[in-house]
């Protein structure tokens, strides 16, 4: 569609690490995959995430997939005018606590997402310690994570704009592990 953007794509364990690695990886039926990407239109950015598996995934990549994308509905309907920024983050990192990936930052180890617009990555950021009230007409990245330390990571990340009424996602969220896009 003539877009420009980029991708990074992390495999396996690596998936574990928010930012990914330069080591070489390799895609395996069952492996998961984490496709970060965005693009610029019109001089605006995105910011997308995707965990997937070709093939079958395990039931645990299932379960910790569910509670991820649980979080990211969390935190679209905690984000509303007048909300603090930090409570978004708090909605999200609750459900994935109270799955038992937590306290805080213990699997969830980065804020739950940024501003977003010209660049890639603007302020504000919805994270704890930002008291900072949301306005109308603000948009954001919407990306909780479930990192485990030595097997998998889970990011879903959707861009999410603020509304008088409250958030919407720029795109659907994520429907599964093995059917990322429906």
């Known amino acids: 569609m003539g877009l420009r953007g980029e991708a990074s794509i992390n495999v396996g364990t690596y998936t574990a690490l928010p930012h990914g690695s330069r080591e070489p990886q390799v895609i395996r039926e069952g492996t998961p995959v984490m496709l970060d ?4 239109v019109e001089g605006y950015q995105s910011d997308i995430t995707r965990t997937f598996t070709l093939g079958k995934a395990s039931d645990k990549m299932k379960k910790v997939f569910d509670i991820v994308r649980r979080a ?7 984000a509303h005018p007048g909300a603090a920024m930090e409570s978004v983050d708090a909605a999200a990192r609750k459900v994935i606590a109270d799955a038992g990936y937590g306290p805080g930052y213990k699997y969830f180890s980065h ?3 940024h501003g977003i617009g010209m660049d890639m990555h603007e302020w504000y950021y ?7 009230k949301i306005e109308a007409g603000m948009t954001f990245s919407d990306e909780p994570g479930i990192y485990i330390p030595g097997e998998f990571g889970v990011r879903l990340e959707d861009d999410m704009h603020v509304g008088a009424d409250g958030a919407r996602w720029f795109t659907p969220q994520s429907p599964s592990i093995e059917r990322p896009f429906g």
Request: charged share 20%; aromatic share 4%.
């Open 37 to 40: 990407d965005g693009c610029f």
């Open 72 to 78: 990211q509905q969390a935190a679209l309907a905690a």
């Open 111 to 113: 804020r739950l997402g």
């Open 126 to 132: 919805l994270v704890e310690g930002n008291t900072r």
